[in-house]
């Protein structure tokens, strides 16, 4: 997305590029419904697979520019894949599964038992490296952890989603209502995405973070009120803001990982998209695993009312967990901008000047790319024409 965008907007390309992974969600809620219509998992998998035969002979056939390129990887780079990925996946799996089988199974405290030395073992190699992969010194430092912080509470709130849906669900919407309800969510992401992009400000990060997790707070508390199906228009109003706002706060909290990291070397960079991606999937995981918990013992402990009444009075302890949360991160971010005017102001009286926006790398001006061959033009349209027929096939019964 940088490489598409003039020099002077390559700093929303960049928000473009992370926010548009965000719209993908949504987008599944409106397609699947029609696919499962069609022939239930097969046509999920021939429209998956069309999409990845398009997307390779995209690849092969727009070529980006050269960039700059340095050997970073060394031997020991596997341990530390090995053991620090063995033991995340391990927590995942604990966060994603336990929740379906009532965090009940022998096998939970085994697998957290084993993934707290693995996790051990891979940071204690990279604290002794001269030159680690992920650089856990700075990632321990008080800015990177506050942000950290920031985006793991931000993306616990997002979980709230998922709840709302699963309301909506168990009190009866209909399947058109629901799709209805994720198409609403879609736009709202895309014109999060669009929002963020268009008034992106390197000087001003906290400031849209804060203004977007509050947002969610608000909605989060609104759909908390008694609900029934004919609250719907509600709930389509606070999702719409709810899906706006996810969006809207993930190019800022991303720009401000990079110019922190950027700060330091460019080498520190790769130890920054390790954070963001892990504190993205996991917490995911985390939140919706948390919030559906206490979905749970909220149930339980209005099971003595009538089981409508019960449902409906877990859901809504459970938003309203929801929304203290989102108005904790709130706070929290208006902490960290207080911190970063503070920062400034003290920069600012010691005459040091302001730290320059994130560079973004330039391509080549006289830089062409390579034509493809005949042959290999005919065999990637001939790939590309199989995704295409693949995804018109998964809609068909």
Same mark, same amino acid.
């Given at each position: 997305?940088?490489?598409?965008?003039?020099?002077? *907007?390559?700093?929303?390309?960049?928000?473009?590029?992370?926010? %548009?992974?965000?719209?993908?969600?949504?987008?599944?809620?409106?397609?699947?419904?029609?696919?499962?219509?069609?022939?239930?998992?097969?046509?999920?998998?021939?429209?998956?697979?069309?999409?990845?035969?398009?997307?390779?002979?995209?690849?092969?056939?727009?070529?980006?520019?050269?960039?700059?390129?340095?050997? %970073?990887?060394?031997?020991?780079?596997?341990?530390?894949?090995?053991?620090?990925?063995?033991?995340?996946?391990?927590?995942?799996?604990?966060?994603?599964?336990?929740?379906?089988?009532? *965090?009940?199974?022998? *096998?939970?405290?085994?697998?957290?038992?084993?993934?707290?030395?693995?996790?051990?073992?891979?940071?204690?190699?990279?604290?002794?490296?001269?030159?680690?992969?992920?650089?856990?010194?700075?990632?321990?430092?008080?800015?990177?952890?506050?942000?950290?912080?920031?985006?793991?509470?931000?993306?616990?709130?997002?979980?709230?989603?998922?709840? $709302? /849906?699963?309301?909506?669900?168990?009190?009866?919407?209909?399947?058109?209502?629901?799709?209805?309800? $994720?198409?609403?969510?879609? /736009?709202?992401?895309?014109?999060?995405?669009?929002?963020?992009?268009?008034?992106?400000?390197?000087?001003?990060?906290?400031?849209?973070?804060?203004?977007?997790?509050?947002?969610?707070?608000?909605?989060?508390?609104?759909?908390?009120?008694?609900?029934?199906?004919?609250?719907?228009?509600?709930?389509?109003?606070?999702?719409?803001?709810?899906?706006?706002?996810?969006?809207?706060?993930?190019?800022?909290?991303?720009?401000?990982?990079?110019?922190?990291?950027?700060?330091?070397?460019?080498?520190?960079?790769?130890?920054?998209?390790?954070?963001?991606?892990?504190?993205?999937?996991?917490?995911?995981?985390?939140?919706?695993?948390?919030?559906?918990?206490?979905?749970? *013992?909220?149930?339980?402990?209005?099971?003595?009312?009538?089981?409508?009444? $019960?449902?409906?009075?877990?859901?809504?302890?459970?938003?309203?967990?929801?929304?203290?949360?989102?108005?904790?991160?709130?706070?929290?971010?208006?902490?960290?901008?207080?911190?970063?005017?503070?920062?400034?102001?003290?920069?600012?009286?010691?005459?040091?000047?302001?730290?320059?926006?994130?560079?973004?790398?330039?391509?080549?001006?006289?830089?062409?790319?390579?034509?493809?061959?005949?042959?290999e033009t005919i065999v990637l349209c001939g790939v590309a024409a199989g995704g295409?027929?693949?995804?018109?096939?998964?809609?068909?019964?």
């Open positions: 997305m940088t490489q598409a965008l003039p020099a002077k *907007w390559r700093i929303r390309g960049l928000v473009l590029g992370i926010g %548009v992974v965000q719209c993908a969600l949504p987008l599944a809620m409106v397609l699947s419904p029609a696919l499962l219509a069609a022939s239930e998992r097969r046509s999920l998998f021939e429209f998956e697979a069309g999409l990845a035969l398009l997307s390779l002979a995209a690849v092969a056939l727009v070529r980006l520019p050269p960039t700059e390129r340095t050997r %970073v990887f060394q031997t020991l780079d596997a341990a530390t894949f090995g053991l620090m990925g063995g033991g995340l996946a391990l927590v995942a799996a604990v966060a994603g599964l336990g929740l379906e089988s009532g *965090w009940s199974p022998g *096998w939970i405290p085994l697998a957290l038992a084993a993934a707290v030395p693995l996790i051990g073992l891979g940071v204690g190699i990279e604290l002794k490296r001269p030159q680690p992969l992920i650089d856990l010194r700075w990632l321990a430092r008080s800015e990177a952890a506050r942000f950290a912080l920031a985006v793991l509470m931000a993306r616990l709130v997002l979980a709230e989603q998922q709840i $709302a /849906m699963d309301l909506l669900r168990t009190l009866g919407a209909r399947p058109d209502q629901l799709e209805a309800l $994720a198409g609403l969510i879609l /736009m709202g992401a895309a014109a999060g995405v669009a929002a963020s992009a268009v008034s992106i400000n390197v000087e001003k990060l906290a400031r849209p973070m804060m203004l977007a997790v509050a947002v969610v707070a608000v909605a989060a508390f609104v759909e908390s009120a008694p609900a029934d199906l004919d609250a719907l228009p509600r709930f389509y109003g606070s999702q719409f803001v709810i899906g706006f706002a996810g969006a809207y706060f993930l190019g800022p909290a991303l720009l401000m990982g990079v110019t922190q990291a950027l700060q330091r070397g460019s080498r520190e960079l790769i130890s920054f998209i390790v954070l963001f991606g892990l504190i993205n999937a996991v917490g995911a995981l985390l939140g919706h695993a948390l919030l559906a918990t206490v979905l749970d *013992w909220s149930r339980a402990r209005h099971e003595a009312a009538l089981a409508d009444d $019960a449902i409906v009075l877990a859901y809504r302890d459970t938003l309203r967990l929801a929304a203290m949360l989102a108005t904790a991160t709130a706070v929290y971010l208006g902490v960290l901008l207080s911190i970063r005017i503070r920062a400034r102001l003290v920069q600012l009286k010691a005459g040091a000047a302001p730290s320059p926006p994130p560079p973004v790398a330039a391509a080549p001006s006289q830089w062409r790319p390579p034509a493809a061959s005949l042959a295409v027929a693949l995804v018109i096939r998964a809609f068909i019964p």
